[in-house]
Every structure is written in structure tokens, then in C-alpha cells.
């Protein structure tokens, strides 16, 4: 199913002369996956502690875009730079859901936002994240289906912090969107499973 995921070799295509750039200074591609972690946990802090005032859910289109760009670095150093490792891989999987939680998981506090669906859709990017794993462990890729993967979460994530940082207000509509995103999320997590399957079918 389509996901602003299949946008990703474009993207690096405009990211690879920067990413010479970082190689050749010496950044590792470990450095940077930390750097998106830290990245993410800041600006969930600065969402959680500004509380009871929106404005600051304006960074959040920035800061999401900027996470996107680091995880497509860490990416690209490691297998254009010859600097994939064991280690690395762990840090790249775990280093994605733990942005994820610290980053959306303040929005519980902020009003408007259902904590419930706030926590679902986590939970859910959370398992997504691990099915798409598990399709290495039976002998597929790393699968990245859609249609709500990470990048689609950090799309309507953003989306929705500039929306009430410029004033819109909750409601309803709030929650169809949330909604429509853990709906959304679990279809993502079968297709993820099934995609697998499928490709170690004999």
C-alpha cells in the first residue's frame, strides 16, 4: 500500500552529497541514530513541560523532518560508508521506537489529544516496527509496508502540531484523525506480517 516511505531513495538522493560530507569529517552512523534519539526526547520534554500552552507543537513539522533526514544519514553512512555493524543495527531498530514513544507519548498532556489513542498509536508503531523486524527472522527482508509507517506518523504528527499551534482547535475531528491513524497502523501491521510470508512462500 502507498506510505511516503517509497519516497525515501529521492530523499537520500538530495541527502548523499551531505552525507559524503559527514563521511569524510568522520560522523559515524551510530552518532547520528543517537543524535535522532536525543533530538526526539528534547522536543518531547520541550511538548511536556510547556504544557498548558500549543505553541511549541510548531516545531514539531521541523523537528520531525529533521529526525526523518538523520534516520535517512545514519542509513546511507552506514551501507555507502562501510560502516554497518552489528551493534549499529541494534541501535538503528531500537533507537526508532524509543523516538517514537518519548516524542509522541507527551502529547497525552496536551489538550485535544486522547491519551488512549496517543498510547494505541504508539503501541501499534511499536509492534509495526518489531513485525517488520520479525520478517528477517523467517527469512524475509526488513519489511516496510504501509500505509502507516514511520514516516506517515511523523507526517500527520506534524500536520497536526502545526494545526493547534496556529490555533485550531480540538475536538472530534482530533480524534477521527487519531483514530484513523491506529486503524491505520494495525492494517500496517498485517500487511507487514503477510508480506513476509509472502515472500518466503515457496
Not at 509507517?149 to 485550531?168: I, N, Q
Request: one cysteine or more; glycine letters at 10%.
Amino acid at each position: 500500500m502507498p506510505s511516503i516511505y517509497q519516497l525515501k531513495p529521492r530523499f537520500q538522493a538530495l541527502l548523499r552529497p551531505g552525507v559524503a560530507a559527514l563521511a569524510r569529517a568522520g560522523m559515524t552512523a551510530n552518532q547520528v541514530t543517537i543524535a535522532a534519539a536525543l533530538l526526539s526526547l528534547a522536543a518531547g520534554l520541550a511538548v511536556a513541560f510547556a504544557q498548558p500552552s500549543t505553541a511549541v507543537l510548531g516545531l514539531l513539522p521541523a523537528v520531525l523532518l529533521l529526525r526523518m533526514a538523520l534516520n535517512a544519514v545514519d542509513g546511507m553512512l552506514a551501507r555507502e560508508h562501510a560502516q554497518q555493524s552489528r551493534l549499529g543495527a541494534i541501535l538503528n531498530e531500537l533507537g526508532d521506537v524509543i523516538a517514537d514513544a518519548v516524542l509522541y507519548l507527551p502529547l497525552c498532556w496536551v489538550a485535544g489529544f486522547d491519551p488512549r489513542l496517543v498510547v494505541g498509536i504508539v503501541l501499534a508503531g511499536t509492534i509495526a516496527e518489531m513485525t517488520g523486524v520479525i520478517g528477517v527472522q523467517v527469512g524475509a527482508s526488513r519489511r516496510y509496508d504501509g500505509p502507516m509507517g514511520k514516516s506517515d506518523r511523523a507526517f500527520v504528527f506534524g500536520a497536526l502540531g502545526l494545526a493547534l499551534a496556529l490555533g485550531a482547535p480540538g475536538g472530534a475531528w482530533l480524534d477521527a484523525v487519531l483514530g484513523l491513524v491506529l486503524l491505520l497502523s494495525l492494517v500496517t501491521i498485517i500487511n507487514r506480517a503477510r508480506g513476509a510470508l509472502r515472500e518466503v512462500r515457496p
